[in-house]
């Protein structure tokens, strides 16, 4: 099609059958999310579906039926039931109906931890991020919310694993007093793209998590993000960043939640990344998918040897860092 054009949603839907049947590897499976999430966020903005929020309270009866007929309108076929449930919770969503919510969720927070517990192993106490399973701590939770953790059977740790106090890929120091590892409760289809609000819809997550994840749902939707923080450890001396942040979370969202080394889950040890080795000695971008899950147990029993990166001054003659420097500069603060 040529350029300019619009692209239909039959052209999307092809184009993300093609990418689904090309190939198994991470970028194909992640460049496949990002498709369907095109797809996806096209079809709630399409105006038979987003009118239907508009009229909601006279049709709530009938709703299914009439999202499932618009959607065979659009699609050109008969929809999947699982995208017919999809678009039924994001136009019924608080987030749908009375506009955005802002503030917190606290009013949320039991039914959640209600829902982890429900799905807790046997004798498991630890309360641990959804997404890179940390343990939380004492000092991570406000008081309010420290009676129900510790009354649905949640044992709060004392210290910080060891390992991860050093982390240069997990900080834990927000600067101002503040961490990163403060317990959050947040949207996994954000509000903004009219997610709602129940328990199946919230989860746990330690802020480094909760704020390095942004608006997106699916690991990389922040494909331009990504391509400038493959820059982020280039040249090495470089200090933390937005960017670098978001990257490691969307590789710990990406990876499935297991250590790439034990096979051991986010449910029972804490996640964090160490990029993989370049297989011929070029210099690996700071990608999603050019990074490792691993657990801080194996980190600490293989010797944690981060690979050595290219100094600034090799670099700054060859590929001219420091203008590329200057113009990043105020993203990556
Ligand atoms: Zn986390
Ligand atoms: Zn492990």
Redesign the pocket.
């Known amino acids: 099609m040529p350029a300019g054009d619009q692209v239909s949603l039959s052209h999307l839907a092809s184009i993300t059958r093609i990418v689904e049947a090309d190939g198994e590897s991470a970028l194909h499976k992640s460049v496949h999310q990002v498709l369907v999430r095109m797809l996806e966020t096209s079809i709630l903005a399409h105006p038979r579906i987003s009118r239907l929020i508009d009229v909601w309270e006279g049709i709530a009866g009938t709703a299914n039926e009439r999202i499932a007929g618009h959607l065979h309108q659009i699609l050109n076929h008969e929809p999947d039931e699982k995208l017919v449930r999809h678009v039924f919770r994001c136009v019924s969503s608080t987030a749908a109906l009375r506009g955005r919510q802002t503030g917190n969720h606290s009013h949320f927070f039991d039914d959640v931890i209600d829902r982890i517990v429900r799905s807790r192993k046997d004798g498991d106490k630890s309360l641990r991020c959804e997404c890179c399973g940390y343990q939380f701590r004492n000092r991570d939770v406000k008081t309010e919310r420290y009676t129900k953790i510790v009354e649905s059977g949640f044992e709060l740790e004392r210290s910080l694993f060891p390992g991860r106090s050093g982390d240069p890929y997990k900080p834990i120091d927000r600067g101002n007093g503040m961490t990163w590892t403060q317990l959050t409760i947040d949207h996994v289809i954000p509000e903004e793209t009219l997610g709602w609000s129940d328990p199946d819809n919230l989860e746990v997550l330690c802020m480094f998590c909760n704020l390095g994840k942004l608006a997106y749902r699916r690991p990389l939707e922040g494909l331009s993000s990504f391509a400038v923080g493959a820059l982020a450890e280039v040249p090495s001396n470089r200090k933390w960043g937005q960017l670098k942040h978001q990257v490691v979370v969307a590789a710990l969202s990406a990876l499935g939640g297991t ?1 790439s ?2 096979a ?1 889950t986010k449910s029972d ?1 804490e996640l964090t990344v160490r990029p993989l080795l370049p297989k011929d000695g070029s210099i690996n971008g700071f990608l999603p998918w050019n990074l490792k899950s ?2 801080y ?2 980190l600490a029993n293989e010797g944690d040897e981060l690979p050595q990166l290219p100094s600034a001054e090799g670099l700054e003659d060859t590929i001219g860092v420091s203008s590329l420097e200057s113009t990043l500069g105020h993203d990556t603060e």
């Open positions: 250590c080394q034990c051991k040890v691993v657990c147990i194996c």
